[in-house]
């Protein structure tokens, strides 16, 4: 299983990114995705989550009403629009996904992960 990350950069604050992960070789339309980021110093933290059929969806307050996770079951992927970035949103940001429909909580609870797109918002 591979997930592929793309769609990460440099900006300023304020601006917006959207990230794409490509899950095209991957079962994925049932299941489980989520997006994670890992700031340097700093623990992995999931950001969103999007459960199998796409109506249930999770963010940490952190990026509540600015980011907004969604999938695109006929391409194969799952997106991440970020508005409003900080600095703070800087991150290493992955792309996962689990082997169920329902979203279980915590990092232990994915079973692929992408290699991850870095942000920077400077």
């Not at 109506?55 to 509540?64: E, G, I, L």
């Not at 999938?71 to 992927?77: A, E, F, L």
């Amino acid at each position: 299983v591979q997930l592929v990350e793309s769609g990460g950069g440099l900006v300023q604050p304020g601006e917006s990114l959207r990230l794409s992960c490509d899950a095209s070789g991957y079962t994925y339309s049932s299941n489980c995705m989520g997006w994670f980021r890992q700031a340097p110093g700093s623990g992995r933290e999931k950001v969103a989550s999007i459960s199998g059929g796409g109506t249930v969806t999770h963010y940490v307050d952190s990026v509540k009403g600015r980011f907004t996770i969604s999938r695109d079951n006929s391409k194969g992927t799952v997106q991440l629009l970020m508005n409003d970035l900080t600095p703070e949103d800087t991150a290493m940001y992955y792309c996962a996904a689990q082997d169920r429909s329902w979203c279980k909580a915590g990092p232990s609870s994915y079973d692929y992960w992408g290699q991850g797109t870095q942000v920077t918002v400077s």
